[in-house]
């Protein structure tokens, strides 16, 4: 297994358009989180999975964001009507259960 | 709320001198984290801490948990530019939290 990966690693997208990103887990980790990350703070956290089922949605996550796990296995993000306050760093982290985390390279979004 | 601060936010030092960076909370984790990264990659695991009053070390790194579980701190020993990143410890409850980040640049 290489890892966690995240898909793609770059994106630059116009302000009222829709992304995606993908993350693929760590194959035995049943434990999904995303992240969002601004330059020289810590990750914020989004929400996470346990399976398929997302456990957590952050209040601060507006409406226009959602994210899935329908098999358990990769999950995406979507930011819907893009705004150039969401540009950031989004990371996935996978773990097994409470244990140790370990993440993806990120996707790092620019909105113009 | 559960919150992870972490001291100080920036630190800039000369190559071979020795700093602390601490992870204070109010609430207690099963386990803390530390991490480092660097510009545009994701952070990268440097060590678990689970046990109250455990210590680890990592070649130069020193890891510290507190008896309480509620803070944790990271010691370097004669830092090297390499050593030069975004520190960041993560706290385990229902779900992994990161602090602020600790920002080091060592210089040669």
């Known amino acids: 297994d290489t890892g966690v990966s995240q898909d793609p690693r770059h994106k630059i997208t116009k302000r009222g358009q829709n992304v995606t990103f993908r993350c693929d887990p760590i194959?035995?980790?049943?434990?999904l989180y995303w992240y969002r990350q601004t330059l020289g703070q810590g990750p914020e956290f989004l929400t996470y999975?346990?399976?398929?089922?997302?456990?957590?949605k952050s209040r601060l996550l507006s409406d226009r964001f959602s994210a899935e796990r329908p098999k358990g296995s990769f999950s995406t993000l979507e930011i819907q009507r893009t705004e150039q306050g969401d540009s950031a760093m989004y990371l996935c982290?996978?773990?097994?259960?409470?244990?140790?985390?370990?993440f993806g390279q990120g996707t790092r979004l620019t909105v113009v | 709320t559960q919150l992870l601060e972490q001291s100080p936010q920036f630190l800039s030092i000369q190559e071979g001198e020795n700093l602390t960076v601490y992870c204070n909370s109010s609430s207690v984790f099963s386990s803390l984290q530390w991490y480092r990264q660097e510009p545009g990659e994701g952070p990268v695991l440097l060590v678990t801490v689970v046990t109250g009053g455990e210590v680890k070390k990592l070649k130069r790194l020193t890891f510290q948990f507190g008896d309480a579980r509620k803070d944790s701190s990271l010691h370097i020993t004669a830092a090297q530019p390499g050593d030069t990143g975004l520190y960041l410890c993560?706290?385990?409850?229902?779900?992994?939290?990161f602090g602020t980040g600790t920002l080091l640049a060592v210089q040669p």
């Open positions: 194959s035995e980790h049943n434990r």
């Open positions: 993560g706290g385990a409850t229902n779900k992994l939290i």
């Open positions: 999975f346990q399976n398929e089922a997302q456990l957590e």
């Open positions: 982290a996978s773990s097994f259960q409470r244990g140790e985390a370990f």
